[in-house]
């Protein structure tokens, strides 16, 4: 017999259920009515099967399954459900579901259905468990087996590793010196060659078996061309020392060095080599042999050669001041390079592309003189000088010949740029008569000099620009029609131009060492010391102090100052311009702000004007009225530190953030909520925009906001509908479907029986069915006005006196003159909770809405004197479908009171009655009179 266990919320499928699978005798079948029922049978009891509903209230089947799998549990799972959606089949299937079985349809196939699946479900259970233990045997067999085998292999391991190991040492020295990097070879004492590894090989071309036993100082013809001792002999023999023709040997200990270069050996040219040599010894310590290694040093000692012309370079270029001084000094760094003998420095004329060649060295007066001036065809290289090599042929440089190079006997050239902060300065341009190719070496020694040399170049040039630029900003300094001067960081006069002396009837000679104070009105100079600290401080960029004539004519002025460098000391730049015209033209605009201000603070939009930092500069009367501040208040203030987003820390960082983004250029937009003078919460559509002058300087920021508290209420209203949709279709699927399959049982029962008996508690159980279906349908009416009308302010204590309270109960209100802002059908909560009261509460005898306010919330509550609400159901209570009857009442008064963002809650304790505090949140309460607030008891 198949023993399972049954879980649905639904008791009269329950038991249809178990009398159908049980009819048989082939199952055994116990029910329980939700998640946590089911396991705690579990523990008490082992099942083959579990049967489960999807749907159900604090966990769904989904849950239940998932938990059943994550405790490692693979007991056979059935989904048995109204459900149809295709997501439900697929979680139910990733999370381990043997069957997904839809309720609804013929009760006879779907109950058949339901009894085959579960057969299948636990013999195919039956089955896996029947492999795994085979399986497990098997297993045992096989480690048994392995461990004999393992055994075996290790001892033959054994030996086999002692044979290697005598092998290894016999062959161990022959393959270190095959596999050294470096050219390595040996002798015996009797100067046979033992040892010629693979590096020897590729140095000398000639194959280890060719030379192996060889002596009579075949080495030496191979690497030498020549029989003769070389460094290795010498430690065999000191005594041949005098026959050794290489250069004086280094010692260090058992082991001797020598350096060579040669100017060509085997095809190459200016090869350094570095010798080593060393005695071999056997086991006993007597010397059987020699070993010598070669090593190429040429690079090594090239990078040596270039570091030293490179600090001779250094050294010159840092006492030259001249241009002409530097080129020769790059030309004859560039000549004591080994590869080349020739070439030359070109320096770059402007941004126009042209080379002139300035110095040149190696090639003939003809060849100078058709190569002196080149023009680049593509300028831009000039200002966009990249890392690639230069090519000084046809495909760069218009007109060029290449003729020219063969006719000089030129066959290989580099040339490098001069290059400074990315704009090309000239060239340098080595090349050789006699060799097919440069190597890239002397290529990269090109390079260094000439990256070397284009700091000093610019240096120079620069200096030299700047001596012409000096001269010719006097000039035009004179010219300027406004008032120029500088004065040092005190104030005294250091220059003025010509200007300056022609308008205020000052010689130069007067002004010169007097303070800049001299310039202006008496009853201005004590303004001068504040402008200078303005000035260093960094805060002040203009002022319109007047100047004042030599003979006493006050004239209109504008000063824009700046700090700089004049003789190697800080100095102040001033540049001054008569502003009477100005002045006119500015009263002018004056009027025209006037009136402009005057449609600005007319506008039902939110507005004023900040600095670049932020501070409050305008407000229109809308912005201020809608937190009831007058301008001069916040006037001066931070944005965010003004009235509008007082207490608000979170919002006052978002502000700020928005001005830091706005000033730097930034257009920023974003919804906010403030709350107006009444408390209410407003929704804004906020922006802050930079305002730019004709120069595109930045000088103001404005803020602009428009009020959308009225479209996001909309929008919630909205999505509170689609809510009701999903909740609507869940009903629909599930609940009405879970009564109908009942429906369609009975009927079947009814056909069944004969007795009239029978046939009436059938009949009775389906009017009971009906009734609960047309329970949910008039819910789904009900729920379906939920959200449809706009919220609005309540009378809560006109609302609870009229509740149709039996005559029976003591009804007391002791709630002030207070309206909420909630969706129509609040009143319909309160019916709800009366409706509890008298269904659950049993024995209720007196119930009493009362009311408590403080500075953050308001709360209403609702108190009889039933049987209370355990600890445990205080939360499930507000569930949809939990309870005796249609479980849908505090569900609806839960989803009535969200709309509003009101929340609902049950704080009693079980025996002393339910207490159900209704929270309303900051702006969601005002009183019908002011005085009434000291009417209302705090509980």
Known sequence: MITALYVDDEQNLLKLTKIYLEKGGEFRIDTAQSVDEAFLMMDKKSYDAVISDYQMPVKDGIEFLSIIRSAGNT????????????????????????????????????????????????????????????????????????????????????????????????????????????????????????????????????????????????????????????????????????????????????????????????????????????????????????????????????????????????????????????????????????????????????????????????????YIKNVSVLKLKNSDLISKAGSEEFFIDETNLKGFNPEWMKKEGITCYHGAKLIYENKI??????????????????????????????????????????????????????????????????????????????????????????????????????????????????????????????????VPAETKVTRGIWGGKTAVFGVTRNISELKKAHDRILESERRMRAVFDQSFQLAGILDKKGRVLYANRTALKLIDVDFGDIKGKYLWESGWWKDLPDMQNKIRDAVGMSSGGVTVKSEITIPDRDGFIRHLDFSLRPVRDEKGEIIYLVPEAIDITRRKKAEAALIQANHKLLLLNSITRHDILNRITPVLAYLEMAKMEGRPPKMLEVVEKLKSQVLDIEKLIKFTGLYDELGVAEPSWQDIRKMTGSLHVPRDITFKINIPGIEVYADPMLEKVFSNLLDNSLMHGKEVSEISVSCSRSSEVTSIFWKDNGRGVPEDKKETIFLRGYGDNSGLGLFLSREILSITDIRILECGKEGEGAVFEIIIPPGGCRSLKNNEKDLIENI
């Not at 290529?443 to 070397?452: C, D, F, H, P, R």
């Open 75 to 366: 007991i056979p799972f059935i989904l048995f459900t109204g459900k149809g959606r295709e997501d439900v089949v697929i979680q139910a299937i990733n999370n381990g579901a043997d069957f997904y079985i839809q309720k609804g349809g013929d009760p006879m196939a779907l109950f058949a259905e339901l009894s085959h699946k579960l057969k299948i479900a636990v013999d195919r259970k039956k089955n896996a468990d029947e492999i795994i233990r085979k399986n497990e045997e098997l297993s045992k067999i096989n480690r048994r087996l392995e461990l004999t085998e393992e055994e075996l292999r290790e001892n033959l391991a054994e030996i086999n590793r002692k044979r290697g190991e005598l092998a290894e040492s016999a062959n161990q020295l022959q393959q270190i010196i095959t596999f050294l990097p470096d050219p390595t070879f040996a002798i015996d004492t009797g100067g046979q060659v033992i040892a010629w590894n693979r590096a020897m090989e590729k140095l000398s071309g000639v194959k280890a078996d060719e030379i192996m036993g060889k002596g009579d100082y075949e080495y030496s013809c191979q690497l030498y061309g020549i029989k003769r001792p070389i460094l290795i002999d010498l430690v065999l023999n000191p005594g041949l020392e005098k026959e050794y023709s290489f250069p004086p040997v280094i010692s260090d200990g058992n082991q001797i060095f020598s350096e060579r270069s040669f100017s060509c050996i085997r095809g190459e040219k200016g090869v350094t080599r570095w010798f080593t040599a060393s005695p071999l010894f056997d086991i006993d310590g007597k010397i059987t042999g020699a070993i010598e290694s070669l090593r190429e040093v040429t690079s090594i000692k090239r990078a040596e050669r270039l570091l030293m012309v490179q600090r001779n370079l250094g050294v010159t270029l840092g006492k030259t001041s001249t241009l002409r001084g530097a080129i020769n000094a790059v030309l004859e760094s560039a000549a004591s390079l080994e590869e080349a003998d020739s070439c030359g420095v070109y320096i770059a004329h402007g941004d126009s592309g042209l080379m002139r060649l300035e110095a040149s060295a190696g090639v003939s007066n003809e």
């Open 425 to 554: 300065l000239g060239f340098l341009v080595c090349s050789s008569h006699t060799l097919k190719e440069m190597s890239p070496e002397m290529k990269a020694s090109v390079e260094a000099l000439a990256t070397q040399a284009s700091g000093a170049i610019f240096r120079i040039k620069m200096s030299e620009e700047q001596r012409k630029t000096r001269k010719n900003l006097e000039s035009f300094f004179d010219e300027i029609e406004d008032y120029l001067y500088v004065t040092d960081s005190s104030g005294i006069i250091l220059m003025t131009n010509s200007s300056l002396q022609k308008y205020t009837g000052y010689e130069e000679e007067e002004l010169i060492g007097q303070h800049i104070a001299i310039l202006h009105p008496p009853d201005y100079r004590d303004e001068i010391g504040v402008v200078l600290n303005g000035i260093f401080e960094g805060n002040l960029e203009s002022n319109f102090i007047p100047i004042m004539t030599k003979t006493g004519e006050i």
